[in-house]
């Protein structure tokens, strides 16, 4: 079953018909697939493709996350109709957009589906591994760095229960970019692993905690210097047009140090 567009929004849009007298009117759809011809292709791709929302919510949403499907936004009438199709063009917003059809195929390319047709600038479509991409770099750069906090912050003792913080926010907030003309929100989520340095840890959810509560804390059976380091790990999603949440590919790690002084406890006999 081939899944095609059922309208064409003026003046985004075009429509298409048959110099012949049987083209389609406006808000019918065709059950065509192509031979692929390369001299028509304009742009072609694998994964996950970022149609503009005058194309029904439905196939927006299937053509995104189509991470295995291949893609080729063709000459409008290439492949369509026979011999004779005209373009009624009503232009496209942008001055360098050029009206191209839209392709997909679930098969490596053994059969593709009509998706209609779409504007697209001359610098390409945009797709949801690009956008990825375009917004990584910053996703490293303003997650907040940490510094390692514990109490009480002197005079620890074996036995009695140090509490750390990592230093860092329970949340960031997300942040909104443009990426290609298009509205990305990123949404990141942190996790925290600690090490304490004496061969146990902790992998929480929770940025730390402070007196009186516990949630993250430790206590040393024998006194000594521990390096404790924590591990930030800061995965995120974001969404491109109202399309998604998509992940990040590549989460950002950080690694705190501190030393942690436990002293010698021993009971002294009071008269």
């Not at 919510?57 to 369509?80: F, S």
């Amino acid at each position: 079953m081939h899944l095609f567009f059922r309208g064409l929004a003026a003046p985004a849009l075009a429509l298409a018909l048959l110099a012949g007298g049987t083209g389609l009117a406006q808000g019918q759809t065709r059950n065509v697939d192509i031979s692929v011809d390369d001299a028509a292709d304009r742009f072609v791709g694998t994964g996950g493709l970022v149609l503009p929302a005058t194309v029904a919510a439905d196939t927006r949403r299937e053509v995104a996350n189509c991470n295995d499907c291949r893609w080729r936004l063709r000459e409008p009438c290439a492949g369509v109709f026979a011999p004779g199709c005209i373009i009624i063009l009503h232009a496209c917003a942008g001055v360098d957009e050029q009206l191209l059809r839209a392709w997909l195929s679930h098969d490596g390319g053994a059969s593709w589906q009509n998706r209609g047709l779409i504007c697209v600038s001359s610098g390409g479509p945009v797709t949801v591994a690009a956008t990825g991409v375009a917004i990584q770099d910053d996703f490293e750069r303003i997650m907040p760095r940490g510094r390692i906090t514990f109490q009480p912050g002197r005079g620890v003792l074996p036995y009695l229960p140090v509490i750390f913080h990592s230093g860092q926010p329970q949340s960031v907030p997300a942040t909104t970019y443009q990426v290609a003309g298009q509205e990305v929100v990123l949404s990141p989520t942190p996790s925290w692993g600690w090490d304490f340095g004496d061969g146990t840890g902790l992998t929480t959810q929770l940025a730390g905690s402070a007196y009186p509560d516990r949630a993250v804390a430790h206590s040393y059976a024998r006194g000594g210097r521990f390096q404790v380091v924590v591990t930030t790990t800061w995965s995120a999603t974001f969404t491109v047009a109202g399309l998604g949440p998509f992940p990040i590919s590549e989460p950002v790690t950080q690694s705190e140090m501190a030393v942690l002084a436990v002293g010698q406890a021993r009971g002294v006999l009071i008269p």
